[in-house]
T-cell receptor, first 113, second 119 residues
Framework: GNSVTQMEGPVTLSEEAFLTINCTYT??????LFWYVQYPGEGLQLLLK?????DKGSNKGFEATYRKETTSFHLEKGSVQVSDSAVYFC????????????FGTGTQLKVEL | DAGVIQSPRHEVTEMGQEVTLRCKPI?????LFWYRQTMMRGLELLIY????????DSGMPEDRFSAKMPNASFSTLKIQPSEPRDSAVYFC?????????????????FGEGSWLTVV
């Protein structure tokens, strides 16, 4: 079956620090990969996605590259802001998984001044 | 465009009461999902529909939970009777038909969630 593994949180960074949140996956078929973000008290918002190997998704300074050889989709941002504090979820869909989103456990990011 | 609309946003109810959560998917989306989020278990898929038909309800916890989609623009998730362990955030989400072959078609869009507390 499909599964997503992401690094445990919370991750605490100073403003303007470099961010990496690791995500690896196992999937049947050819998955599409996603990062969702959840701000405190809110729902999940799509942050970025990639639908085939070597694609790079990017949005709001965040980016992630679909690495088929390492089955990874690590989230990065060069300079985080306090407003980036949220929970980040890595997820995938594959036709072999019944076209359902499979989520990782989420990684909480706290950015401090 | 309006996103996925859920109601109520917040509900506090007493154990044993019936709870009904409602969802209006994005117009034109034909797949609808109900997720539950708790601290202990994270995000769990409860059930999803394609063209108003339940496809996979293996995530529904027990018989106290039921979901319906009477038409393309409305779905309900019902808990009867409710228990304190049902306290969670319940998310509804929707997606365009995958078979249209459009790359963006497989993105799932979430509502703001219904925050349920059973006391």
């Amino acid at each position: 079956g499909n599964s997503v593994t992401q690094m445990e949180g919370p991750v605490t960074l100073s403003e303007e620090a470099f961010l990496t949140i690791n995500c690896t996956y196992t999937a049947t078929g050819y998955p599409s990969l996603f990062w969702y973000v959840q701000y405190p008290g809110e729902g999940l918002q799509l942050l970025l996605k990639a639908t085939k190997a070597d694609d790079k998704g990017s949005n709001k300074g965040f980016e992630a590259t679909y690495r088929k050889e390492t089955t990874s989709f690590h989230l990065e941002k060069g300079s985080v802001q306090v407003s980036d504090s949220a929970v980040y979820f890595c997820a995938l869909i594959s036709t072999g998984g019944g076209n359902k989103l499979t989520f990782g456990t989420g990684t909480q990011l706290k950015v401090e001044l | 465009d309006a996103g996925v609309i859920q109601s109520p946003r917040h509900e506090v109810t007493e154990m044993g009461q019936e709870v009904t959560l409602r969802c209006k998917p994005i117009s034109g989306h034909n797949s609808l999902f109900w997720y539950r989020q708790t601290m202990m278990r994270g995000l769990e898929l409860l059930i999803y529909f394609n063209n108003n038909v339940p496809i996979d309800d293996s995530g529904m916890p027990e018989d106290r939970f039921s979901a319906k989609m009477p038409n393309a623009s409305f779905s309900t998730l019902k808990i009867q009777p409710s228990e304190p362990r049902d306290s969670a955030v319940y998310f509804c989400a929707s997606r365009l038909p995958v078979d249209r072959g459009v790359v963006s078609g497989n993105t799932i869009y979430f509502g703001e969630g219904s925050w349920l507390t059973v006391v």
